[in-house]
């Protein structure tokens, strides 16, 4: 079962914009943290954005104030708003769901989608 499927991702040129979307199953959209992460070619994975269950926030400075993440909890569904895309913005985005914000205490993962930012 794919408790996480993401969807969204594309090619756009540098400064445009995409919304990435996570849809969850039942049981990854009971965890208390929803997280965005990505891997870009030769790079290790990094965090890009979290929310927990209360609503706080949480994201990684490279992306402050370009990104915006968000649920809708009847929709079960995460969302990565980014803004003001960068070539450094191109990676593999995976969605994430556990019990807090960091790799290893993630339940559950996507599969991923691409986000391509040319120049």
């Known amino acids: 079962q794919d408790h996480l499927v993401e969807s969204g991702g594309g090619a756009v040129q540098v400064g445009g914009s995409l919304r990435l979307s996570c849809t969850a199953s039942?049981?990854?959209?009971?965890?208390?943290?929803m997280a965005w992460f990505r891997q870009a070619p030769g790079k290790d994975r990094e965090g890009v954005a979290a929310?927990?269950?209360?609503?706080?926030?949480y994201y990684a400075d490279s992306v402050k104030g370009r990104f915006t993440i968000s649920q809708d909890n009847a929709k079960k569904t995460m969302y990565l708003q980014m803004n003001s895309l960068k070539p450094e913005d191109t990676a593999m985005y995976y969605c994430?769901?556990?019990?807090?914000?960091?790799?290893?205490?993630?339940?559950?993962w996507g599969k991923g989608t691409l986000v391509t930012i040319s120049s």
């Open positions: 994430a769901a556990g019990r807090f914000y960091a790799p290893s205490a993630m339940d559950y």
């Open positions: 039942e049981n990854a959209a009971s965890s208390n943290c």
């Open positions: 929310i927990y269950t209360g609503g706080t926030t």
